[in-house]
Nanobody, 123 residues
């Protein structure tokens, strides 16, 4: 069974940077698209970023474009989210998700989810 474990979430000041990581096990990692989603209290889970199985294609939500970078290391079965210029509105629980090669920006495209890691950005 596929297992996804996020790490790296913590409290950071506005303008700062943080790197989230997700370790995958139990599947053929390089066959899957990987995504990051986030959910703030009282809000819907929203798409943040997606990376193709090969790592050649990335997609970002407009709210994070230019600030966040998604990457993957298929040799290590990991996907990361580098977050720069953080804003208080980035505060949320961040989730790593794995879907088929064609998975895009809808949460329903993803089959497996991590437990989430909390990111809090203070002002």
């Amino acid at each position: 069974q596929v297992q996804l474990v996020e790490s790296g979430g913590e409290l950071v000041q506005a303008g700062g940077s943080l790197r989230l990581s997700c370790a995958a096990s139990g599947g053929t990692f390089s066959n899957y698209a990987m995504g990051w989603f986030r959910q703030a209290p009282g809000k819907e889970r929203e798409f943040v970023a997606r990376i193709s199985p090969s790592g050649l294609i990335t997609t970002y939500a407009n709210s994070v474009k230019g600030r966040f970078t998604i990457s993957r290391d298929n040799a290590k079965n990991t996907v990361s989210l580098q977050m720069n210029s953080l804003k208080p509105e980035d505060t949320a629980t961040y989730y790593c998700a794995q879907g088929g090669a064609t998975a895009r920006s809808s949460a329903s495209d993803y089959r497996y989810w991590g437990q989430g890691t909390q990111v809090t950005v203070s002002s």
